[in-house]
């Protein structure tokens, strides 16, 4: 039987990570350096394996990323069954969800990375390539959409988080769980994804969104001064469903008046609500003041979708209307 053809691209991450001496590890390997570390590969399917970057993920920037998804999209364009792209773990809860917000092609993209370097014992690297290369060849995989691959789990793009600074179980899926499991060597969904619509590509220059977390006794001044400073946009990371200080809430207004504000929930977990409480501040509050709900996307994807929806050139409706379809939508 022939093998499948799967594409490789590596941008980095501590899965491409050595050091040669007592200090920390930086990134160096190449792609084809991940593939010959692990020779079961050969037996799942045929690889094609190329160097993207070479760059921690708090590097990487929305052109690496877009540069990524057009080499996935010519990959699957040229006959690949699916798609694995590896980098850091640091933000791939945010290019995972920015490449998913893309992905117009039924073949899967699966991202994954390692949380040890590897150099150190029990280095998981090897075991996530291999399951992210089995998740990509596999037809159940297919229509899923951006699939992050990591410690034999596979999640949705739009849910996953890095939850843990060190952990090898550091990817979860809070309130939803998993899409699937890798079970000796397969992999086997137990929930679908809901997919909406991918999103036309960013046309123009890169806008800038900034991501502010409140707190006990924020004044504004932040959110202020971002406006002033010409942000495109704004992503709140609010309290519990989508609540800030009154005072805030006054700059919230004053903001949205002039550019997109979005609240998100900073807890990690749970949806933003519209209706439950009612004191200034409250959710209810920055709704009827102009803001928008994240809904059940954290505040990093939220800043991310909004990202793509002013490159995209959208106006405030649609920009809200993007929201409620894709900040609603449990995967
Ligand atoms: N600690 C990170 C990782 O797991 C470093 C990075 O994101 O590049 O890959």
């Known amino acids: 039987m022939t093998q499948s053809r799967v594409a490789i691209g590596s941008l980095g991450g501590t899965i491409t990570m050595t050091s040669e001496s007592e200090a920390g590890v930086t990134p160096t390997l190449e792609a084809a350096d991940l593939v010959a570390a692990v020779p079961a590969l050969a037996t799942v399917a045929s690889l094609e394996a190329k160097t993207l970057a070479v760059l921690p993920s708090a590097s990487l920037r929305p052109e690496d990323c877009l540069a990524a998804l057009a080499w996935a999209r010519a990959a699957v364009d040229g006959g690949a069954a699916g798609v694995v792209l590896v980098q850091g773990t640091d933000t791939l809860e945010e290019t995972a969800y920015l490449f998913d917000l893309y992905w117009d092609r039924d073949e899967p993209l699966v991202v994954t990375g390692a949380m040890r370097a590897p150099q150190r014992p029990g280095s998981d690297g090897p075991a996530n390539l291999l399951a992210a290369v089995v998740t990509a060849a596999a037809p159940e995989s297919r229509g899923l959409g951006v699939l992050v691959v990591m410690n034999d789990e596979v999640h949705a793009a739009a849910r996953v988080v890095k939850a843990d600074s060190m952990a090898v179980d550091a990817f979860r899926s809070p309130v939803f769980g998993v899409l699937g499991r890798l079970v000796e060597g397969v992999p086997v969904f137990g929930n679908r994804p809901a997919r909406v619509p991918a999103l036309d590509d960013p046309a123009g220059a890169s806008p800038r969104v900034?991501?502010?977390?409140?707190?006990?006794?924020?004044?504004?001044?932040?959110?202020?001064?971002?406006?002033?400073?010409?942000?495109?946009?704004?992503?709140?990371?609010?309290?519990?469903?989508?609540?800030?200080?009154?005072?805030?809430?006054?700059?919230?207004?004053?903001?949205?008046?002039?550019?997109?504000?979005?609240?998100?929930?900073?807890?990690?977990?749970?949806?933003?609500?519209?209706?439950?409480?009612?004191?200034?501040?409250?959710?209810?509050?920055?709704?009827?003041?102009?803001?928008?709900?994240?809904?059940?996307?954290?505040?990093v994807k939220a800043r991310q979708l909004l990202w793509a929806l002013l490159a995209q050139g959208l106006g405030p409706e649609d920009v809200a209307r993007q929201f409620a379809a894709r900040g609603g939508a449990v995967a």
């Open 210 to 299: 900034a991501l502010l977390a409140t707190h006990l006794d924020d004044d504004g001044e932040l959110l202020r001064q971002a406006v002033a400073a010409g942000y495109d946009g704004v992503v709140i990371a609010a309290l519990g469903v989508g609540h800030v200080p009154a005072a805030l809430a006054e700059e919230i207004a004053a903001a949205a008046s002039k550019v997109p504000v979005v609240f998100a929930t900073r807890t990690g977990a749970g949806t933003t609500a519209r209706s439950t409480y009612g004191f200034v501040g409250s959710e209810s509050d920055l709704l009827a003041r102009g803001a928008i709900a994240a809904g059940w996307l954290t505040p």
